[in-house]
Every structure is written in structure tokens, then in C-alpha cells.
């Protein structure tokens, strides 16, 4: 069983960045796809951004192509999320999450395919 940990959400005003951290319990985090997903108060959680286990291949939401940037520390087991240009309808509880059949190339963007999720971390950004 993986333990992720979430840590460096907070309060920004529009247009300022954050970088959120996931940091795994088991070294086995370096055969994992991990992703980034958030959810809005009344809407459902959705796909913000993943990498595949080599960190060779990214993938992003269409709206936050641009400005968020995901990337990983295999050595540390930690995964990152840049975000940058924050917009008032980034905020969100933001989640990582861990797919224990990712692929060297390749990472998923459906949450379904998730095996293991974090607590979350609340993004707010005024405006």
C-alpha cells in the first residue's frame, strides 16, 4: 500500500505560482504513473496533469497546458506540480495519485485507473 502525501497549496492571488509536492512511501513510486487531479466545490474531480514512470512523457488538461508543469524525483520519490499564471478557476483541492501499472512511456489520464490517492491539498487563488 502507497501513502502519498500532499504539501504546498495555499492562498495566491491571480497570476502568481505555487508548486505542489506528492511525496510517495515506497521506493516502488519509481515504476508508478502519477497524476494530478483536482476537484472544485460541486463539480467532480478531474484530470489536471500526469507523467509515466521514466518522466519521459507528459500529459495536461487542455486548461492548464501552458502554465502547470508536472514532473518527478524518482532518487527522492516525490512528485511535483508546477503551477504557474494561477487563475481564479484553479482553485481546488488538488490530488495526486498513483497508478502501480504505469509504463516506462506511457501514464493515464482517466482517475478510474488510479490505485492510489493522497489526502489532498487546497489550491485557493484570489482575484
Known amino acids: 500500500q502507497v501513502q502519498l502525501v500532499e504539501s504546498g497549496g495555499g492562498l495566491v492571488q491571480a497570476g502568481g505560482s505555487l508548486r505542489l509536492s506528492c511525496a510517495a512511501s515506497?521506493?516502488?513510486?519509481?515504476?508508478?504513473?502519477m497524476g494530478w487531479f483536482r476537484q472544485a466545490p460541486g463539480k467532480e474531480r478531474e484530470f489536471v496533469a500526469a507523467i509515466s514512470w521514466s518522466g519521459s512523457n507528459t500529459y495536461y488538461a487542455d486548461s492548464v497546458k501552458g502554465r502547470f508543469t508536472i514532473s518527478r524525483d524518482n532518487a527522492k520519490n516525490t512528485v511535483y506540480l508546477q503551477m504557474n499564471s494561477l487563475k481564479p478557476e484553479d482553485t481546488a483541492v488538488y490530488y495526486c495519485?498513483?497508478?502501480?501499472?504505469?509504463?516506462?512511456?506511457?501514464?493515464?489520464?482517466?482517475?478510474?485507473?488510479?490505485?492510489?490517492w493522497g489526502q489532498g491539498t487546497q489550491v485557493t487563488v484570489s482575484s
Open positions: 495519485a498513483a497508478d502501480n501499472s504505469g509504463s516506462y512511456y506511457y501514464a493515464e489520464i482517466d482517475l478510474s485507473k488510479y490505485d492510489f
Open positions: 515506497e521506493r516502488t513510486f519509481r515504476t508508478y504513473g
